[in-house]
DNA sequence: AAGTTCCCCTGTTAGC
DNA sequence: TGCTAACAGGGGAACT
């Protein structure tokens, strides 16, 4: 489940070790992983790109290349890993491991990059370089990151005026606001004191500025220690993060830390959603 | 325009 | 103990 903080962790932890790596060899043996181009082409117009620029919008991550514009969703299993050569691809357990590997990147040092996905879930697009990546068809519906600096709570609450869907729902809406997933719409609406049930419509600039200012705390927080790890994430092949021992509400069960009420686990739109119906109050 | 439902996947867990 | 059903979840398509 990589959401923002866990997205740049990956691209960090990439951008150190695959920076201006040339690739020479691609083989894609799961075709519906390119999600725009039959899997044969994708490879074919990977040879010779190099890895120039790495950049993150929401959960997506974006790789400038020479000629073309990689973009990667990770979705909930996706895992990037860089192995040292051959051997060491021939020695990974085939069960755990091979089997789930979808993409096989050689790049001109011997290294490989591995794209590995248990559940198939993430996506790969290959573009023409675009003026600006934020141009990306993949991206066209994709509103501002929750980090941007230019996003501001007034836009907020414009786009919310006119929404009566739960605020929780519209936090997971990737063009409200990208880059937040299910755990941390929960952790931001905690820390904000609002429920997740509450009619996105019913919040106010007041309401709207103290939730940019939550999530902004709790990815930057989150980020800094590592991510949040609660059942496969992994960046840099093995690192696991340690956000999750910070979590207030997200997949907790029993008493909330500041007022001592049972949290609350519920459905929302599908979601599982947890919050302490004590310290997050409905409007 | 806005909201809802279904689908994609497979490993893990809950329930009988 | 062993089986099956439910669950996990982001995003896109199709629908009302």
Not at 93 to 114: E, M, N, T, W, Y
Not at 145 to 173: F, H, S
Request: some cysteine; overall charge negative; hydrophobic content about 35%.
């Amino acid at each position: 489940m990589p959401e923002a903080p866990e997205v740049a962790k990956v691209l960090a932890a990439l951008e150190e070790e695959i920076r201006g790596a040339e690739i020479v060899s691609a083989s894609i043996t799961h075709p519906s992983l390119c999600s725009n181009l039959p899997a044969d082409e994708f490879e074919v117009q990977l040879i010779g790109e190099h890895f120039n620029e790495f950049h993150r919008l929401g959960k997506y991550l974006i790789f400038e290349m020479d000629n073309h514009d990689l973009v990667a969703h990770l979705r909930m299993e996706g895992k990037f890993l860089v192995l040292s050569g051959q051997e060491e691809f021939d020695a990974l357990d085939p069960i755990k491991d091979k089997k789930h590997i979808h993409a096989v990147f050689g790049l001109s040092d011997g290294r490989l990059l591995c794209y590995k996905d248990t559940r198939k879930f993430g996506r790969m697009g290959l573009y023409d370089k675009p003026a600006d990546w934020h141009d990306l068809p993949a991206l066209a519906k994709v509103g501002k990151d929750a980090l941007d600096q230019n996003l501001t709570a007034e836009e907020l609450e414009q786009k919310a005026k006119r929404r009566k869907i739960p605020v929780k729902t519209l936090l997971l809406d990737q063009s409200f606001m990208a880059g937040i997933g299910n755990i941390y719409a929960d952790e931001i609406l905690f820390a904000a004191g609002i429920s997740p049930l509450t009619p996105a419509d019913h919040l106010d600039l007041e309401d709207w500025k103290n939730i940019l200012v939550c999530t902004r705390m709790i990815l930057s927080r989150s980020y800094s220690m590592g991510g949040t790890t609660l059942r496969t994430f992994a960046y840099g092949n093995h690192q696991q993060g340690g956000f999750q021992n910070e979590l207030k509400v997200h997949s907790r069960k029993g008493a909330c830390d500041e007022c001592g009420t049972p949290i609350e686990q519920t459905r929302i739109n599908g979601r599982s959603t947890w919050y302490c119906p004590t310290c997050q109050k409905e409007k």
